[in-house]
């Protein structure tokens, strides 16, 4: 079955620095969706990308699409300590199937 | 706009009984829920998938007469763990996919089940 990855599983960052992290799926994606989940809290929809190589930015963010659909960054610019919390990745296999990958968590040290 | 409930936000019960958690749409309409279970630190595990006047559709390796599924109007869902057990104790959350949107999930804040 689909499978979606995630690197690297923690990143320790102090604040300021830039933070990337990347999803591969298995299988080629109809669309990627990325969520961010707070420590605590419930996962809060980021963004969707649907175009094989696709960029999209929201502020510091900045979300790619791989060319061939199959992978997926998020880079993040200068972090601060707002940006805590765990990032997933969910890849969209067509209607088929939507599988989160198992999350990046960032923590940023001040 | 676009907030999902859950209800209970944490529920305890004993081995054998069965616990019914709710999922609500609060100012829009959805045709499709989703319930996820989450282990501590781990991933969203995706169990099935609720549709409004429909069976759910379940993923591979979840019984469906253990957690039940209704959907019974636009913006009500709910899931039923069945003759619960310890291995049942878990964190689990619900999302809703808008009407008018076609690929947002908007997630509830979740229900933590505790078996004992």
């Known amino acids: 079955g689909q499978q979606v990855m995630q690197i690297p599983q923690y990143q320790h960052v102090q604040e300021g620095e830039d933070f990337t992290t990347y999803c591969n799926s298995s299988?080629?994606?109809?669309?990627i969706q990325w969520y961010k989940q707070r420590p605590g809290g419930h996962p809060v929809f980021l963004i969707q990308l649907v175009k094989s190589g696709e960029v999209k930015k929201q502020k510091r963010l900045t979300f790619q699409f791989g060319e061939a659909k199959k992978n997926s960054s998020l880079h993040i610019t200068a972090t601060q300590t707002t940006d805590v919390g765990t990032y997933f990745c969910a890849g969209d296999n067509y209607g088929q199937n939507f599988v989160f990958g198992p999350g990046t968590r960032l923590s940023v040290l001040p | 706009g676009a907030v999902v409930s859950q209800h209970p936000s944490w529920v305890i019960c004993k081995s054998g009984t069965s616990v019914k958690i709710e999922c609500r749409s609060l100012d829009f309409q959805a045709t499709t829920m989703f319930w996820y279970r989450q282990f501590p630190k781990q991933s969203l595990m995706l169990m099935a998938t609720s549709n409004e006047g429909s069976k759910a559709t379940y993923e591979q390796g979840v019984e469906k007469d253990k957690f039940l599924i209704n959907h019974a109007s636009l913006t009500l869902s709910t899931l039923t763990v069945t003759s619960a057990h310890p291995e049942d104790s878990s964190f689990y959350i619900c999302?809703?996919?808008?009407?008018?949107?076609?690929?947002?999930?908007?997630f509830g804040p979740g229900t933590r089940l505790t078996v004992t």
């Open positions: 299988t080629t994606l109809s669309n």
């Open positions: 999302s809703a996919r808008r009407n008018d949107r076609g690929y947002e999930q908007y």
